[in-house]
């Protein structure tokens, strides 16, 4: 589950980049929806793959030995937490970082979708 947040945190400018990158491809109410304190919206993978790019996409997965469907479906179901997890308030770190323990905290909410 590195993946996440070696994603998120190699962004350039970090978690701030991220959500840039979100609102420059027309899916800032996406995220900020992650962001602030109401329901989080659900992203599907292939608008997670415009947000994040094809090229980028497919590094990442071959860097995780993953395709490019199994890692933009483990992110559309991941990246919603951990967001809403490293941003308590609707304020984003100021280094725009996210900490193993914020990971850990959203995985244990996503292991409780599943009833385990």
Not at 62 to 77: A, D
Not at 101 to 116: N, R
Request: proline share 4%; charged share 20%.
């Amino acid at each position: 589950m590195g993946t996440a947040l070696d994603f998120i945190n190699k962004q350039p400018g970090g978690l701030n980049g991220l959500i840039q990158r979100f609102h420059d491809e027309g899916a800032g109410d996406i995220v900020s929806s992650w962001i602030g304190n109401g329901e989080n919206k659900s992203i599907d993978p292939q608008t997670l793959t415009n947000v994040i790019g094809a090229d980028r996409l497919t590094e990442l997965a071959n860097k995780f030995g993953m395709s490019n469907e199994q890692l933009s479906g483990l992110l559309s179901m991941v990246l919603p937490g951990v967001v809403d997890r490293a941003t308590p308030n609707g304020q984003v770190p100021a280094d725009g970082k996210v900490d193993e323990s914020t990971l850990s905290g959203a995985l244990g909410g996503l292991a409780g979708l599943f009833g385990k």
